[in-house]
């Protein structure tokens, strides 16, 4: 298996970096649920879901994050502090048709009142060749942006829920 397609999206919260890293090293799954359903879908479902609008139609499905690991650096171990979420997602329904994402979702201080967010990870296309080609002609602008979509989520429920 190749090492799939490379992807990267970044927001920030304005909240101190102690604040975002307690959220996300506490209940990350619940707070990547929360952020990306509505009220009613999240009482339906455990999985989080990623939307995206394609030619004006919004695309959605329901994910499932798994956080493999969690890595902290303490700020006496480098020049800023840091918190590091290894995660894999897939579709939770036919995830044969869909991309199979691993990534890193890191949190670091900007300054003492803002944190940023930063995804970066690779995704591999289903479907084999076919699957690439179409990747290669539109799949990647659609993962691109549902993975754009997913950080601003996560970041805007962050900034409206932490005190």
Known sequence: MSKGTSIRAFDYVNHPYEQVRAALAG?????FRSATTSAAARARTVASQLRVDVAGIEV???????VEKIEEREESAGPVPEIRL???WEAANSPHLFP???AEL???PLTSTETQLDLSG????PLGALGRALDAAVGHRIAEASV???I????????TTLV
Do not use: G, K, S
């Not at 209940?27 to 707070?31: G, N, Q, V, W, Y």
């Open 106 to 108: 890191a949190a670091y």
């Open 100 to 102: 199979f994402m691993r």
């Open 148 to 150: 754009h979509r997913f």
């Open 27 to 31: 209940d990350a799954r619940r707070l």
């Open 152 to 159: 601003t989520e996560v970041a805007n429920h962050l900034r």
């Open 86 to 88: 290894h995660l894999t």
């Open 122 to 125: 690779n995704y591999q296309p």
């Open 60 to 66: 959605a499905t329901d994910i499932t994050i798994a």
